[in-house]
């Protein structure tokens, strides 16, 4: 199989199949691809809530546009921007850095000044788009790493975060929810995984120079 193949083989799943789970080793490599995903800096500025309990999924569903993935997939995933972003996390990375690579916090200190110059020129609402954006690159690497393992996603906008927040307690944690995706096994009866995948030709996309 190839990564192309995958790709195809993957679509946003409407109808999940509420009888299957995604064994534990799966949800670890998903969680894995999260955790594993490329940002800006490497800052990270993310936090993923994982729910399985059936009961919070139920509270999600007309906060969902009464989407049904929400509460027949295997797991929600939520995936959530730090209401807070600033100097804490900064420090927290370099240390994180600095412990891995076994390098002084000194000689990682003109990264620190580029990076809080970086972010020192963003006022709230463009801080709050840098950090949806990395969000979104881990969400992509989530939705290729699940195809390659054949397990099913279904990125959702279609939300209301606010209420998310409220439900999941989000805001005492300092964080608010950016994008979601349940993660499963595509129902028999989902009448999307057979629709042909619509997509724009190559010709009408790339720009080649
Ligand atoms: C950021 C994002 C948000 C989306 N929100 C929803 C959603 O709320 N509900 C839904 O059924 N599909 C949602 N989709 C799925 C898209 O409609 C779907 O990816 C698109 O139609 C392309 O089809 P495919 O992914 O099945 O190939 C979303 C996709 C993305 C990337």
């Known amino acids: ?56 999924k139920e509270k999600l569903l007309e906060h969902s546009w009464n989407q049904r993935q929400v509460v027949d997939a295997s ?7 730090p209401t807070n ?11 994180s850095t ?4 076994n390098q002084s916090m ?33 969400l992509g690497h989530m939705l290729t790493a699940c195809a390659a393992m054949r397990i099913d996603t279904c990125p959702m906008e279609g939300f209301i975060a606010s209420k998310y927040d409220e439900i999941l307690n989000l805001k005492d944690k300092n964080l608010t929810s950016v994008v979601v995706c349940p993660v499963g096994f595509r129902s028999e009866n989902d009448k999307y995984a057979h629709a042909g995948k619509v997509r724009y030709s190559k010709e009408e996309i790339f720009i080649h120079m």
């Open 1 to 56: 199989m190839s990564i192309i193949d995958d790709m195809n083989w993957r679509y946003a799943v409407k109808e999940f199949d509420n009888t299957k789970k995604l064994s534990s080793e799966q949800l670890d490599n998903v969680l894995e691809s999260l955790r594993l995903s490329s940002s800006s800096f490497g800052l990270q500025p993310w936090k993923f809530v994982v729910i399985e309990t059936q009961s919070i």
């Open 85 to 95: 972003f600033g100097d804490t996390h900064i420090n927290a990375f370099l240390e």
């Open 75 to 81: 797991q929600v995933i939520v995936l959530c921007a």
């Open 106 to 138: 000194e000689s990682l200190d003109g990264y620190k000044k580029m990076m809080e110059g970086f972010l020192s020129r963003k006022d709230e609402a463009g801080l709050k788009v840098w950090m949806n954006k990395q969000i979104y690159i881990a």
């Open 98 to 101: 600095a412990k891995t690579r």
